[in-house]
């Protein structure tokens, strides 16, 4: 009887024992090499947020940029017409009225337009607002601008004197009169909101932030209710950062670390600006650690499983 006992002390260990063992090793390596392929991977995340920053910001940009772009070029079209430049001769409010009715419906994009003559006060507009009608606009940026330069000009972010008082920004283009001196300006209002549509659809399904300022660096995107919204200290410092540093940064921004890219917007003379915080790009290369270690476990189970079937 005690030789007995003692063979089986002494001989091989339990089948339960070795599937046990052979499951905590197998698993445990594959677990450790989860992690460290982990780890390269949150220290990759952080190398290729700075693209990915920089790839938003572009896009952002490209599709401010064409917007208004487009915007200008077709009301330049428009101040081109020669009716036009006839109603503006004579004073001519009802076919002027009517060119500008057909401009808003035909853009889609034009909230409101209207025409002032050489000194700035409105005398036609549509859609029509009488609080506007015989108001001198000589105090508007657009107006100082193309009476002198005679070129089209796009105006910082305000809250417009007529509709809703809605923020906008304001696309102004000269008017041929006689003697090749301007008849009158043709000025179209596009509302803030307009361009935020279209910049929010480029970064969906982003985790990052997209900013968007004009020439008086005013906020575009994100709306603000105060149209006077400027860029804070902490981002403008970030931005002069990014502009000596081939268009990235990294630093603090309010309670944060981000990495932040910026990307110009020529025809409006503003910036898109990206930005990702440390945790949104930690959080990512986290979700695809878990998603290995997972894979290990169950890969160590399975391999586990196999070998004891095989070694029975």
């Known amino acids: 009887m005690t030789a007995r006992r003692g063979s089986r002390r002494g001989g091989k260990p339990s089948l339960a024992t070795r599937f046990f063992l052979f499951l905590a090793i197998v698993t445990g390596a594959l677990v450790a090499a989860a992690y460290w392929v982990g780890g390269a991977i949150e220290r990759h995340a952080d190398a290729v947020a700075e693209e990915d920053c920089a790839i938003h910001a572009r896009l952002a940009a490209s599709v401010a940029d064409e917007h208004v772009s ?3 070029l077709g009301l330049e079209a428009a101040a081109d017409n020669p009716r036009l430049a006839a109603a503006c001769r004579v004073r001519d409010i009802e076919t002027a009225r009517t060119l500008l009715r057909r401009l808003v419906s035909l853009s889609g994009r034009f909230d409101r337009v209207f025409l002032a003559d050489t000194a700035g006060v409105e005398w036609c507009d549509y859609p029509q607002d009488s609080r506007v009608a015989g108001k001198s606009f000589a105090y508007r940026q657009w107006y100082r ?4 330069t005679n070129e089209r000009y796009v105006s910082p972010r305000y809250a417009r004197a007529a509709g809703k008082h809605e923020p906008a920004i304001a696309i102004a283009v000269p008017v041929d009169g006689l003697g090749g001196k301007p008849g009158a300006y043709l000025v179209a209002q596009v509302l803030v909101s307009s361009i935020e549509q279209g910049v929010k659809r480029t970064s969906e399904s982003w985790k990052g932030t997209i900013r968007l300022f004009d020439r008086a660096e005013n906020y575009l995107v994100p709306q603000t209710p105060d149209s006077a919204m400027v860029i804070g ?24 670390e981000v990495v932040l890219a910026v990307a110009d ?30 894979a290990a476990l169950i890969g160590g189970a399975a391999v586990s499983i196999l070998a004891l079937v095989l070694l029975r």
């Open 233 to 256: 200290r902490q981002l403008h410092d970030l931005i002069a950062v990014a502009r000596k540093t081939g268009g990235t940064a990294r630093g603090r921004l309010g309670k944060g």
């Open 265 to 294: 917007a020529p025809s409006f003379g503003g910036i898109a600006v990206a930005t990702m915080t440390s945790d949104d790009i930690a959080d990512q290369a986290r979700r695809i650690t878990r998603r290995y270690r997972n």
């Open 145 to 148: 601008w193309v009476r002198s």
């Open 70 to 72: 487009g915007l200008g």
